[in-house]
């Protein structure tokens, strides 16, 4: 089945310039201008991905990336002329699955909408020793009791997770959870595994899920294991 590719983006040349390498690689498109008809044609066309602009006409994307993921766990790559650093972490934990600033190659879009694309097909929903993760909504609860995680912790989680025992260190953490690095910081990943700790330290109090291996990075230890 064909995948459809929503290309909401205000310039004309540039959504058509995008349009045209995406059919080229097999996607049928359709394209939106206006921020305030986003949300209502999502749900009228159910799109496999959105390549979503930041600054829109009508509303803004983070705005409509925040009310598309109250309903939808569709993937959505958003775009931006803007490199602020807390543009990308606000852009990160509303929901956006990657983030690609302007200027950029069709070629690199077209790629990275491929990755997410088949990131979000092959994730599966593992459980085990108490807790449960659903990369579909995003969601991770231990033993039922719901971890409240942003985005971005429940990436690091579920990465970390998938691969059990072996050490990453904050730079191939970011290359996982960041694909552009030029405004993130390594202590980036630090912060956010102290917030994701601290969440699972207040319904596991006896178990420590995540080590910090000094020198090296971070690892997760499954239950029983630590």
Not at 57 to 76: A, H, N, V, Y
Not at 99 to 123: D, G, H, M, N, W
Not at 208 to 223: M, R, T
Request: with cysteine; aromatic share 8%.
């Amino acid at each position: 089945m064909t995948q459809t590719i929503m290309i909401v983006e205000d310039e004309e040349k540039l959504a058509s310039l995008l349009g045209d390498y995406l059919k080229q690689s097999g996607f049928e498109t359709v394209w939106i201008a206006n921020g305030t008809e986003v949300v209502p044609r999502v749900r009228e066309r159910q799109p496999d991905l959105v390549l979503l602009d930041l600054m829109l006409p009508g509303r803004d994307g983070l705005e409509i990336c925040k009310e598309i993921r109250t309903f939808s766990q569709l993937p959505i790559i958003m775009i931006t002329a803007r490199v602020e650093e807390i543009d990308r972490l606000l852009g990160l934990e509303l929901g956006a699955d990657d983030y690609i600033c302007k200027p950029f190659s069709p070629r690199e879009v077209v790629a990275r909408v491929k990755t997410v694309l088949r990131r979000s097909v092959e994730q599966p929903a593992p459980s085990s020793g108490g807790l449960a993760l659903d990369p579909d909504r995003y969601s991770a609860q231990w033993q039922g009791h719901d971890l409240d995680l942003t985005v971005v912790e429940f990436k690091l989680l579920h990465f970390l997770y998938l691969n059990p025992g072996r050490i990453y260190s904050r730079t191939q953490l970011m290359d996982r959870i960041y694909s552009d690095q030029r405004i993130v910081s390594d202590r980036t990943i630090d912060s956010h595994i102290k917030k994701l700790r601290k969440k699972i330290s207040a319904v596991a109090p006896d178990q420590e899920l995540i080590h910090s291996i000094y020198g090296a990075g971070y690892k997760y230890e499954p239950p029983g294991q630590n």
